[in-house]
């Protein structure tokens, strides 16, 4: 069954820390790892998309990775601000899918304190 | 939200009516989806649509309809049949089914019935 699993649920950290979101999958055969970032309220936002032949990716303050081999993906925050308040999902493409079919993670809600 | 608009933003429904979300793109995308969303949820695929009058259901589709009457819009109409329709809906395009088909989606619209 093809799957998208995200941890953790949710994460508190303060302004200006690091902090690291885990998304492990079982979609085959895989396409491409998205990870979006949503506002409350808002449509997600792209922030990185990897190929299988990618194996990181950066924007800005967002880092990703992608281990096909191990189906793991992680994405790195950087000096974290207020403003990365949201949640984050990651998005598996299947390969050969007419549809171009999606599997969604139920993302991770990220909360910056003061 | 990237040249998808989706209206309108709030919209309350009483039980037994029928109800139709807006939702345009000038991406001059030909591939069309309603997803819909609810709190601790992955988004789940209700209808889409990959080229002008043609569309296929999602995992979803019960109690909803869809039209694709131009390539432009794609409105979903939430019907009496649908049992639990409070939710948020967002709609995405896509250009076509590619290595890096990659989705924009709209603002979303937050459906409540009263």
């Known amino acids: 069954k093809n799957q998208v699993e995200q941890s953790p649920q949710s994460l508190i950290i303060l302004e200006g820390k690091n902090c690291t979101l885990q998304?492990?999958?079982?979609?085959?055969?895989?396409?491409?790892l998205r990870w979006y970032k949503q506002d409350t309220g808002r449509g997600p936002v792209s922030l990185t998309i990897?190929?299988?032949?990618?194996n990181t990716k950066s924007n800005g303050r967002y880092t990703a990775t992608l281990d096909a081999d191990t189906k793991q993906s992680s994405l790195h925050i950087t000096a974290s601000q207020l403003s990365d308040s949201a949640s984050y999902i990651c998005?598996?493409?299947?390969?050969?899918?007419?549809?171009?079919?999606?599997?969604f993670g139920r993302g991770t809600q990220l909360t910056v304190w003061p | 939200d990237g040249g998808i608009t989706q209206s309108p933003k709030y919209l309350f429904r009483k039980e037994g009516q029928n109800v139709t979300l807006s939702c345009e793109q000038n991406l001059n995308h030909d591939a069309m989806y309603w997803y819909r969303q609810d709190p601790g949820q992955g988004l789940r695929l209700i209808y889409y649509s990959q080229i002008v009058n043609d569309f296929q259901k999602g995992d979803i589709a019960e109690g909803y309809s869809v039209s694709r009457e131009k390539k432009e819009s794609f409105p979903l109409t939430v019907t009496s049949a649908q049992k639990n329709p409070t939710a948020f809906y967002l709609c995405a395009s896509s250009t076509p089914v590619g290595a890096r088909n990659e989705q924009f989606f709209g603002p979303g619209t937050r459906l409540t019935v009263l």
């Open positions: 998304c492990n999958y079982t979609v085959s055969p895989f396409s491409n």
């Open positions: 990897m190929t299988f032949s990618e």
């Open positions: 998005v598996v493409s299947a390969r050969g899918s007419t549809l171009g079919r999606l599997y």
